[in-house]
């Protein structure tokens, strides 16, 4: 049967194939961060791993594997592989830890040799080239679906195993269908497999030209400056939109889906462009220049517009409504450029000139030049430029990379493409110059207002800001308002202030994990915020060593000396080391044990976080406690639901059977967050012996500083109780557990991270009992006890 007959399945081929690579991406990406951390370097490390394993496998096959073989049992090979890599890597990554790195090549390598593999199917003419081009772009159709898919479904609703098993589904289903196509199609080589005199028939009259036979090196150039600047945009782009919509999950599905339908659309349109393309070459100079504008124009979007839009996520009926405007929002400002970059590939395959011999080599080298570039843009935009620059000069190195690449095809031309007289090069070349020169002037900085309160900037107004910056991992600010108060902002959020409920829980997290201890001699505190939780175990005459484990490391540099007489300037204490990692690639690394580990993260809603919050990161701490030794773990109870409160208390409880919690409440009685606090065995108080040692001379600051946020003395602290986990069972009863298998908190919180829900915490209250077992004490002080408490025995 003819080949033509044939496309659209193959076609459906690319659609499912990419379909899957997204879900293991997604998959594979969550569960090496597990392992190796999730700062901005070790993502950098990963992501080149796998991008880089697609570039090789491009490029390998067209030498490694005989022309005579048939291409689509060769597809179908490498989709049996990629599948069983995929199985291989979801049970091996948690046996092998971080060398489980490697793994990723071997399924990369085959994901990077499909296209090339099929090339040898399709006939060299420019109407096989552009269905190159149509598959190309349906193989990020594919990926549309499976990052919505991953997402918005699997992962949200199941697991990583099961999302798994759908990709391998996929993946075995796209290869039997190429494997029957394969007994449907014969696979003749001929001698130069379509000849180049044979293209040259194909294409329309005026285009053949000496140029033909001219070098490729400007295509590649150009195909890789593009994929520069497209990885470089979706960096710099998430980091900005994650703070206008918050940073879930969910976010980056959404726009990781929307840069993806723009590559894709643009694909089509560029291989439909390329059928009968004169010029094609000069089409791809013109995507470039297009992409100039369209930066602009994204970024005078997010900076100019997004942040004044009237939009309060709280009004919202559902999550599911602001999904939709978020969609909308980036769909405006995303897809125009990505539209361009999607057009610049099949472009670029048809500029390069139809090849005698092997086509795949062509397509591996055009494909491999465009993967590097996107290699190179996500590493330095991500480690060098945006930290070194910000996000405004970054956009603008798009334009120019943009630039760049137009000029490159205009000078030097395409192998493909029909004469150009060079006066008309250069007016081109003029304009282009004239383009990209008002498009970087016109990107304007992001709105300090964005990086503080990101989708609540319509409900804040009034602050002054005293500092702003865009680090290696995360935008951070630092206002005043009214009064005098201090916040620290950090991904579109205040993560600390001066506020006496902020003072009180930072305050409480390091003096009763302390205090909870006989004689505590070594902390680790899990995240710097604004230093107070840190500062407080400055304190304790008896701490010698406190590990502060941060992953943003412009934060305590900038941030601490506008909290330092808060956190008693704990960044310069010579008893403090501050380690810049991930906490849980820390504690999953070091060999050292602590008295006492605490930890304060973002919020769970906040992508990455959540693995702070799973039972294996819990007895990880667990493992690092030494004899008697304490943990405390930080839980907002606003900006969450009550499903959400459910997981991360019963998770904690799971770990630590003999946990409490601790409240800090409102005035009026209100719930704003607890603090979880055990010990591996039973906690036991003695009130009396800790009054004494709030008492010594030595502990005169600390009594101090406990009052000053009204936690003063024994009665103080003991007020706070809220809980254990033997009489929160029956509430906790339908809880899910957070595992790094499901890492279901990230998905519950991401569809809460706009809910206040004030019953929550007088839920909890229901099951309080006075836990008079905590106690070894006198009868006094037990009826002290029970006063401060306001439980009687065995009431609720």
Wanted: aromatic share 10%; proline share 5%.
């Amino acid at each position: 049967m003819p080949k033509s007959r044939f496309l659209p399945a193959l076609l459906l081929l690319f659609v499912g194939s990419g379909c899957a690579a997204l879900i293991y991406e997604i998959i594979w990406f969550q569960l090496l961060q597990l392992v190796i951390g999730a700062t901005a370097v070790s993502l950098g490390v990963l992501l080149a791993t796998f991008m880089g394993g697609m570039c090789i496998g491009s490029l390998l096959l067209a030498r490694f594997v005989a022309q005579n073989r048939h291409p689509l049992r060769i597809y179908a090979q490498l989709e049996l592989g990629i599948g069983i890599f995929g199985l291989l890597i979801l049970f091996a990554v948690p046996l092998l830890g971080r060398s489980a790195i490697v793994l990723l090549l071997p399924p990369t390598l085959m994901m990077g040799a499909t296209l090339p593999a099929v090339a040898r199917w399709v006939e060299s003419t420019t109407a096989g080239v552009s269905w190159l081009g149509f598959f190309y772009g349906g193989n990020i159709a594919g990926a549309v679906a499976g990052a919505l898919l991953a997402g918005f479904y699997l992962l949200r609703l199941y697991d990583m195993a099961t999302a798994t098993y759908v990709a391998v589904a996929l993946n075995m289903t796209m290869a039997a269908l190429a494997w029957i196509l394969s007994t449907r199609t014969a696979h003749r080589v001929d001698s130069d497999h379509g000849s180049t005199r044979q293209a040259m028939k194909a294409r329309p009259t005026g285009t053949r030209d000496a140029n033909l036979h001219g070098s490729r090196a400007p295509v590649y150039v150009a195909i890789a400056l593009s994929g520069l600047a497209a990885l470089g945009a979706e960096v710099i782009w998430t980091r900005i939109l994650s703070l206008l919509f918050g940073g879930t999950v969910y976010t980056f599905s959404i726009i990781a889906a929307v840069f993806l339908f723009g590559l894709g659309i643009g694909s089509a349109a560029g291989a439909w462009l390329a059928r009968d393309a004169q010029r094609p070459g000069a089409l791809l100079a013109g995507c470039q220049i297009g992409v100039a504008m369209a930066v602009a124009w994204g970024a005078a979007l997010i900076a100019r517009a997004y942040p004044y839009w009237p939009i309060d996520p709280a009004l919202a009926a559902g999550p599911w409504f602001n999904f939709q405007i978020d969609l909308l929002r980036a769909f405006l400002a995303v897809v125009p450029a990505a539209c361009c970059w999607g057009a610049s590939f099949p472009l670029a395959l048809a500029a390069a000139g139809p090849r005698a011999g092997d086509p795949a080599r062509l397509v591996g080298a055009v494909y491999a030049a465009n993967t590097i570039g996107a290699v190179v843009g996500a590493v330095i935009f991500s480690l060098l430029i945006i930290p070194s620059f910000g996000t405004q000069d970054a956009q603008r190195f798009l334009i120019w990379a943009a630039f760049a690449a137009s000029v490159v095809m205009l000078a030097w031309g395409a192998p493909a493409d029909a004469k150009m007289p060079s006066g008309r090069r250069a007016a081109v070349a003029l304009a282009s110059l004239a383009i990209a020169v008002a498009a970087a002037a016109s990107v304007a900085p992001i709105p300090p207002e964005v990086i503080a309160y990101g989708r609540q900037i319509a409900t804040f107004k009034g602050a002054s800001f005293l500092y702003e910056g865009e680090g290696l991992n995360s935008s951070i600010a630092v206002s005043e308002s009214e009064g005098g108060v201090r916040n620290f902002h950090v991904s579109g959020k205040v993560e600390a202030s001066t506020e006496v409920h902020d003072m009180r829980l930072q305050r409480l997290l390091g003096h009763m994990s302390a205090l909870m201890h006989p004689d505590p001699k070594s902390v680790l505190v899990v995240g710097f915020g604004a230093g107070v939780t840190a500062g407080s175990f400055v304190l304790h005459p008896g701490v010698k060593r406190i590990v502060i484990c941060e992953i943003e490391p412009l934060i305590p540099r900038m941030v601490a000396p506008y909290f330092s007489k808060e956190n008693y300037d704990v960044a310069n204490d010579p008893r403090v080391q501050i380690v810049y990692d991930d906490a849980r690639h820390y504690i999953l690394t070091t060999g050292e044990k602590f008295d006492v580990i605490t930890s304060d993260p973002i919020h769970p809603w906040v992508k990455g976080a959540a693995s702070l919050y799973t039972k294996e990161y819990f007895e990880l701490v667990k493992a690092h406690l030494n004899a008697g030794g304490v943990v405390t773990q930080w839980v907002p109870l606003y900006q969450s639901s009550e499903d959400v409160i459910k997981t991360e208390v019963a998770t904690f409880f799971d770990v630590f059977p003999f946990g409490t919690i601790w409240s800090n409440q409102y005035a009026n009685g209100g719930g704003y967050d607890v603090v979880m606090l055990a010990k591996p065995e039973a906690l036991r108080v003695d009130p009396a012996a800790l009054d004494a040692r709030l008492k010594r001379p030595d502990h005169a600051r600390l009594e101090a500083d406990l009052t000053q946020v009204e936690l003063a003395g024994v009665d103080g602290l003991m007020a706070t109780y809220a809980g254990q986990a033997r009489d929160l069972r029956p509430w906790l009863a339908d809880a899910q557990i957070n595992t790094d298998r499901n890492l279901r908190l990230e998905y519950l919180a991401g569809m809460a991270n706009n809910v206040y829900d004030l019953q929550i915490y007088q839920d909890m209250l229901m099951f309080r009992r006075f836990p008079e077992e905590m106690f070894r004490t006198t009868p006094e002080w037990m009826e002290r006890m029970k006063r401060v408490m306001a439980v009687a025995p065995g009431s609720q």
